[in-house]
């Protein structure tokens, strides 16, 4: 033991947690004023912490002070070096992560290492997240803590925060927010080392400047370390928003000292110039204007229009360093998103390659009709001065997804550029959406794109040099001709100045009303044999009954007569009848038409799944009577829009006996093809008696929301008695005996 200290010593030889090794205590004299006055006003205690042996002796240090009673214990140093206050142990003024509650002095000297926290309350119904920026909302009168919610940069009533909450909160529950220093154990998995963080639109952090024109920007502090769990920031910006809005009222504007607003407005229709010193002034007219560099795409909107104007230059460098022949390139396409929309398109191509350019200048109406129907009609006229290098088209898909694209293709190496000028008009500004510019100039392709079907545009005109061709049917000369000379034809579109033998003399002769002209001799007209009273045409008489009428003998050579609806005779036994049935024979056995052949073609359309009668023009196919008959059908149908497809055949024999039809034996039906399965097609008989009321229907059934198309080649060959219940005999009022 050394000089100047005192050794307290326990007679205890075992010394257990919680044992007193030694204790001091201070009391006043046993003959003070009470028996509060000589009680113990304080003392130091040793406490063992744990028991006591050859390898620990862990003590802790309790100080006690008496305030109107007997000395109680205030504070407590560990073995291992804390400071604890017993008024909350929670406080731990030796520890990195405790800190006490409030510390009072006149002045403070020295270092913080440390954050600077605010005691608050979370009464906002919700839990709040830690690491949220925080406002302080109100005040909750039981303990004066403020009360505290999350920050918004985009509602100025919720700023600016005032620092970032160190715990979650629930609602009810109170906290602390960290005002200035570090804020540790939170996620900054999203952040950088360094990263300037800002209360973020819409609550929370962000490393991104808020850009809204209502948000206020409020730079909270510094990523010190990103983790997800264990990440830090330093809070340095709390309680104000620092950085300049992103709009607002300002006396003086500029921007990043490069120029100056002005501080006034101007005239309307005024608009805002630079002296290239940094000041702007509102001006009327262009002091000088110019535009430097190249641009490759550029869209104009006017206002009280919904015209797009756009400008495109394509390269053809994506498959190769140029355009080759039969490429394609995409300019711009159309997906109208609703039924009834109109878009008007005009524009113009031109392609350069060399000293040769070629122009073509187009005009397309668009209209989407019932999705995915569409409908379109496009013109085009062209000018070149060399070889023709470019083809325009438009691309149409009428599918789930129907849509317009304008492309061109190739027709010859483009070594130089193709430029597009284009003009989209939508009915409705809300269909400018629909209208899609491809603003890549690499962009050529070996194929139209799937889905679609490309056309050529027509033409109108076209103009080679001094050359002008009318619709690509023939062409211009390119100087005049002589005086009295005559544009003829070479008939293979090539019309040149010609003389005409009776330009320079007039054309005379006499003919009588109504008789059709014919040449006399060279220059002199008289009248024919044919009369024309504006009704009925005749030749060789002037009185008609008819559209036509002969009076005369007509021959038929071996090119040919077509004549409906009545029948033509051929020889002495034959004959031939045609009105939607074309009827063919070659005497008989007994009655006239009791050995013949009926052909039909029949048509229909349907937009369902259920059997519809393909029809003779509208007519059902009526059964003669007295007859057995074998039918042939050959069916074939086709999707409006091409995508689907069938054919098929069926074949049978009936028998009319006048009173009432019937099917021997069951019709063979045979799927020559067929792309959709449910498809289908059918032969029955309806109707049951005699005079000509029984028809055979042969009948398709496709599905429901397709357009398709129906047409059948119905073949009769019949055998059998008279000719009485003929169909077209009682429908055309022809008389019976008359037909063969």
């Known amino acids: 033991m050394g000089l100047n ?30 028996p509060v006055a000589t009680s113990i006003a ?144 939170i996620n900054t998995s999203s952040f950088s080392v360094g990263d300037t963080v800002y209360v973020a639109n819409g609550g929370g952090l962000t490393n991104s400047r808020p850009t809204g024109a209502t948000d206020l920007v409020q730079n909270i502090g510094r990523v010190l370390r ?71 795409y550029n869209t104009v909107e ?51 390659n060399a000293g040769e350019t070629h122009t073509v200048y187009f005009n397309a109406a668009l209209r989407s009709n019932t999705l995915p129907d569409l409908n379109w009609t496009i013109t085009y006229d062209e000018e070149y001065n060399g070889s023709r290098y470019i083809d325009p088209q438009l691309w149409t898909k009428e599918t789930t997804t129907a849509g317009f694209i304008f492309a061109f293709k190739t027709l010859a190496t483009i070594y130089g550029t193709v430029t597009v000028d284009m003009q989209v008009i939508p009915r409705a500004s809300s269909q400018k959406d629909n209208v899609t510019v491809n603003t890549v100039q690499n962009s050529e392709q070996s194929s139209v794109d799937a889905g679609y079907t490309a056309h050529d545009m027509t033409k109108v005109f076209s103009k080679k040099g001094q050359e002008f061709t009318i619709g690509g049917a023939f062409t211009f000369p390119t100087t005049d001709g002589s005086a009295n000379q005559v544009l003829k034809t070479n008939g293979a579109g090539i019309l040149s100045w010609a003389d005409d033998s009776t330009a320079a003399g007039g054309i005379d002769g006499t003919g009588i009303a109504n008789y059709v002209s014919k040449w006399a001799d060279s220059d002199s007209l008289t009248s024919g044999i044919i009369y024309d009273d504006g009704t009925n045409i005749g030749i060789g008489t002037a009185s008609l009954s008819y559209k036509l009428e002969v009076n005369g003998d007509m021959g038929l050579s071996d090119s040919g007569f077509y004549a409906s609806p009545t029948g033509v005779m051929i020889g002495t036994s034959g004959w031939l009848y045609n009105d939607g049935q074309t009827t063919l024979s070659h005497g008989n056995f007994t009655d006239n038409g009791d050995a013949q052949n009926s052909s039909y073609v029949l048509r229909t359309s349907t937009t369902d799944d259920t059997f519809t009668t393909i029809q003779n023009n509208g007519s059902n196919v009526i059964l003669a009577s007295n007859r057995t008959m074998m039918f042939t059908a050959n069916i ?18 009936l028998v009319n ?84």
């Open 302 to 352: 006017f206002q009280n229009s919904n015209i797009m104007k756009f400008n495109q230059m394509y390269t053809g460098a994506s498959i190769g360093s140029y355009f080759s022949n039969g490429e394609y390139q995409k300019v711009v396409t159309i997906i109208p998103d609703g039924n009834s929309q109109n878009y008007q398109v005009i524009g113009r191509m031109t392609a350069q």
């Open 657 to 740: 006996d006048g009173y009432g039809a019937s099917i021997l034996g069951t019709p063979v039906k045979t799927i020559l093809y067929e792309s959709d399965s449910s498809w289908d097609v059918q032969a029955i008989l309806s109707g049951g008696g005699a005079g000509a009321s029984d028809y055979l229907l042969i009948q398709g059934k496709g599905a429901a929301s397709k357009n398709i198309n129906w047409v059948c080649k119905l073949d009769l060959l019949e055998v059998g008695g008279d000719i009485s219940g003929y169909t077209e005999a009682n429908t055309l009022n022809i008389d019976a005996e008359i037909i063969p």
């Open 226 to 296: 990103s983790d997800a769990s264990q990440g830090r920031i330093l809070v340095l910006g709390p309680g104000r928003t620092n950085d300049v809005p992103n709009s607002g009222s300002f006396s003086i504007l500029s921007i990043k000292d490069a120029f100056t607003f002005p501080t006034t407005d101007g005239s309307a229709g005024q608009f805002l110039q630079t002296d290239g010193s940094g000041g702007l002034t509102f001006s009327s007219t262009f002091t000088d204007l110019s535009i430097i560099g190249t641009a490759t």
């Open 42 to 185: 304080a003392s130091i205690s040793a406490v063992a912490e744990e028991t006591f042996n050859d390898s620990n002796n862990a003590t802790s240090l309790i100080f006690s002070t008496a305030n109107d009673s007997n000395a109680s214990e205030k504070l407590k140093i560990t073995s291992g070096g804390h400071l604890l206050p017993f008024a909350d142990s929670s406080y731990d003024l030796g520890s990195d992560n405790f800190y006490f509650r409030s510390i009072y002095a006149d002045k403070y000297y020295g270092d913080i290492d440390g954050p600077i926290v605010v005691e608050c309350r979370n009464d906002t119904g919700s839990t709040i997240s830690k690491g949220s920026p925080v406002y302080i909302s109100g005040y909750y009168s039981n303990n004066g803590k403020p009360q505290i919610a999350p920050s918004n940069a985009a509602s100025a009533s919720t700023m600016p925060a005032i620092g970032i909450l160190a715990n979650e909160l629930t609602d009810g529950s109170e906290g602390h927010v960290h005002c200035f220093g570090l804020v540790t154990q």
């Open 5 to 34: 200290s005192i050794t307290l010593q326990s007679n205890d030889s075992d010394v257990i947690s919680g044992d007193i090794v030694g204790r001091i205590n201070w009391a006043a004299a046993s003959d003070g004023d009470g």
């Open 636 to 653: 074939v149908s086709r999707r409006t829009n091409g995508q689907d497809n069938a054919a098929y055949k069926i074949e049978g024999v």
